[in-house]
């Protein structure tokens, strides 16, 4: 696997798990590699890989009990594939980068104080990013980690769109909207440039990342105008296991009726929550959708999911004062027709028709062509767009 170009090495840490994908530079940025290493903690650890041909893609079991030991392991495993590892630099999905990181940077001593900092903002993201970039720099020092921030793309959100109707003195502390999914959304509408040409990719778009996690973003003449998410990735649309926006008084009343500590109401609202509370049994759509007949949890919690993400774009329809191009993209967004079909019933008075034959084939285009508003399946590529950044950062080649 040995080349002459530079090879980019991206993480996306998890919870539990850590996605990666491996790139080469050159005239064009290519995939050589992704997969992901699941469970950690767990006797269950295991390492997933998708290469470039059927052939190359297997799965196998790691000792991974923690975050430092499995990515240990994938770097043991890429050295030995690579006959000595061969990576430039590395990229990183940060989730949160508060107030005063925005835009990609190599990562340093200093920034790496400011990210421990923070972690109060992103307690469920950022420690696990933080301790795979620590062991990184301690297994190869001097390799350079570039950080990519998950909430720059709304950096330019408009100021309304950004406040909270909290008490003023708290937008010092970094407390307003965030929104979260950017280096997917940037992917997406670079994507939509190439397909419709920058006029109509500058329309007025409703961009909606639907997976696992799930957001909505409002974008206008290539700028955001709103999204979904807000100070956390817990706030909007209903998820695979959070919740969404819910009555802020909830936290006080378990907290009477059930002596919920702050700590404990956080872990419910993000990992018990969303389609895995309401349907008792799992967080997969896929898996949903299968037991809807038989299971009216189920049912109901696919019903929620749908009516909250049309109801959100409702809203930034009148937000955007129209829309031109709603575009679906994450797992569930990308592979489910259904869901699709679901939440752009009854839509048809904004100019949202779905052509079913196109829908159930993921077309491209999967709108009816009488229709006001162009539907599209786009295929998201956050991997791809932190190469390009670490590129970008460092100056290694054509992006």
Partial sequence: MKSANPRILTINGGSSSIKFALFETGEAVTRLMGGVIEQIGSP?????????????????????????????????????????????????????????????????????????????????????EILLMEALESRYPGLPQVACFDTAFHREMPRVARQLPIPRRYEELGVRRYGFHGLSYAFLMSELVSQVGTKAAHGKVILAHLGNGASMAAVHNGKPVDTSMGFTPASGLPMGTRCG???????????????????????MANTQSGLLGLSETSSDMRELLILESQDVRAAEAIELFCYQARKWIGAFAAALGGVDQLVFSGGVGENSSLVRARICDGLGF?????????N??????????????????IRTDEELMIARSVIEVLGLGLA
């Fill in 350 to 358: 904004l100019g949202i028709e779905i052509d079913q034959q196109r």
């Fill in 44 to 128: 269950q650890a295991n390492l997933r890989v998708k290469g470039l041909t059927p052939a190359d893609n297997f799965s196998k079991p790691v000792t991974a009990p923690d975050h430092a030991a499995a990515i240990s392991a994938l770097m043991e495993w890429l050295e030995k594939i690579d006959g000595g590892l061969t990576v430039a630099a590395v990229g990183h999905r940060v989730v949160h980068g508060g107030p005063h990181y925005w835009e990609p940077q190599h990562i340093t001593p200093q920034m790496m104080g400011s990210l421990r900092a923070l972690m109060p903002f992103s307690p469920q993201h950022l420690p696990q």
């Fill in 360 to 377: 159930l084939a993921n077309a491209p285009l999967i709108s009816e062509e009488s229709g006001g508003v162009d539907v599209r399946v």
């Fill in 245 to 267: 926006d819910i009555d802020p008084g909830l936290m006080s009343f378990l907290a009477r009726t059930e002596q919920m500590s702050a700590q404990q109401f956080d872990d």
